[in-house]
């Protein structure tokens, strides 16, 4: 900035104590710029010189007095500013986005300025700038009073501009987050649409039944899911992070199982059933539960166990929603005690027939015949096939509750031989029963 110097001179002759109270020059109608005061100033036949420089800095043409007071003896002076450039004109302020506590400045550009100096109202100097706009960075949502200077090559400062007021925007308002389900109950295999509408945001982030970034424009998706599941969507902005109202989509779901056992006969009472547990549990039903054993429906209660009574042919259970198309199904595991077998026309576990050879002895001589026995304790009538290598012979077993024995003998054997028998009922293929014997035979010796 140009200065104009205003150089005080003073003549003493021998020695003189110079008391200077004050030593200031004041701006006219603006500013009052003051000096340090100076005290006990003592000069001996010499020249004291005292240099002021007030500088010529706004506003009009301004001019600067001094004043000194000497022993008493006031003196005082005048200096006149030169003309200032004219000031700036077109100063208008707009607001930067939200959150960022800036204004933009613009203003007209100003002939023969090289530069331009920015001010709040209170003189405060915000920066400086070649072009003819600025960028002031405050506080958010505050209101600040500006005005512009130019400057010349030389570094003479223009008038001040009109003042011109503008607020810094707002805080960013966080983002606004909907999501939707649609529907928002499912039967198993069927989907629901997820829909999101954002407005203020730059990012989105899934969670829950659904994970990883989302479209922040908002957008919809397709979910299958199978069973009832939660989805969650928080999106980010300049203003912040929001949540979403978590969204639901209920999928019926459930199991149901069965166990094991076997039927025991008592004494010689065949067995026809047994006993075994039947779980489940239903989840979210759209219905009552149905919960049956075969077409019978035996509880409509959410969850088990239940013992039920069971045999081959009536052992299937299966979870119903009765709302819905959900069903889910499991089969007990059921077997007749070892040594009967389950007829599905009697509807019990028959005892199977217990059938043995026995012989006195399994080794003869070769041409030689066996005679051995064979026993059978069944309570079926059975035909019973004997094959000792030769034709089969057959017999029948008339029920019976005791053993019965039946006397048979081998053909004449000449080698090595398995004997051996099986008794099945005409009535049923599954009851049957079988034993067998190897019998050895020694070769004949030949004389020579």
């Not at 398995?418 to 049957?432: D, E, H, Q, R, T």
Request: glycine share 10%; hydrophobic share 30%; with cysteine.
């Amino acid at each position: 900035m140009k200065k104009n110097s205003l150089r005080l001179t003073i003549f003493a002759f021998g020695l003189l104590a110079l008391g200077v109270s004050l030593v200031s020059y004041v701006q006219a109608a603006t500013y009052v710029h003051t000096f340090t005061s100076q005290t006990d100033l003592v000069y001996t036949n010499s020249v004291d010189t005292h240099t002021m420089n007030p500088t010529c800095d706004g506003g009009s043409p301004l001019s600067y007095t001094w004043s000194l007071t000497v022993n008493g003896v006031a003196i005082s002076g005048t200096k006149n500013c030169p003309p200032l450039d004219p000031a700036p004109t077109g100063l208008t302020v707009v607001p930067q986005a939200c959150s960022t506590g800036q204004n933009y400045l613009d203003w007209a550009d100003s002939a023969g300025a090289a530069s331009y100096s920015v001010y709040l109202s209170d003189n405060t100097w915000l920066g400086n700038s070649i072009g003819s706009d600025f960028t002031h960075t405050g506080a958010v949502g505050t209101t600040y009073n500006y005005y512009v200077r130019s400057s010349n090559g030389s570094g003479v400062q223009s008038a001040n501009s009109a003042i011109v007021s503008g607020a810094t925007a707002a805080a960013c308002p966080a983002p606004t987050v909907s999501l939707t389900a649609s529907p928002g109950t499912i039967d198993p295999g069927d989907s629901s649409t997820l829909t999101w509408t954002v407005t203020g945001a730059t990012s989105c982030t899934a969670s829950g039944g659904w994970n990883g970034s989302k479209n922040s424009g908002g957008d919809n998706e397709t979910v299958s899911p199978v069973v009832t599941t939660t989805y969650n969507l928080s999106c980010t902005g300049p203003g912040g992070t929001t949540a979403a109202t978590p969204v639901t989509v209920t999928s019926p779901s459930g199991f149901i199982s069965a166990g094991t056992c076997t039927i025991i006969p008592v004494g010689t009472t065949e067995g026809t059933d047994c006993n075994v547990s039947v779980d489940w549990d239903a989840y979210d039903f759209t219905g009552t539960p149905s919960i049956q054993q075969g077409a019978t429906v035996f509880s409509s209660s959410q969850s088990g166990p239940q013992t039920r009574t069971v045999d081959p042919d009536d052992r299937s259970f299966t979870l119903r929603d009765t709302g819905g198309s959900f069903i889910d199904s499991a089969t007990a595991n059921v077997t007749c005690q070892a040594g009967t077998v389950w007829l599905p026309t009697a509807s019990h576990c028959a005892f199977l027939p217990i059938v043995d050879i026995e012989s006195n002895t399994n080794l003869i001589r070769s041409g030689s015949t066996l005679d051995f026995e064979i026993s059978v304790n069944s309570n079926f009538d059975l035909t019973c096939t004997v094959r000792d290598g030769g034709a089969p012979q057959t017999f029948s077993h008339v029920a019976s509750v005791t053993t019965v024995p039946y006397p048979r003998t081998t053909r004449a054997l000449t080698s090595t031989q398995v004997v051996s028998v099986s008794c099945i009922s005409s009535l049923n293929p599954l009851v049957a029963g079988s034993d067998e014997v190897r019998i050895n035979v020694i070769p004949t010796v030949q004389e020579i």
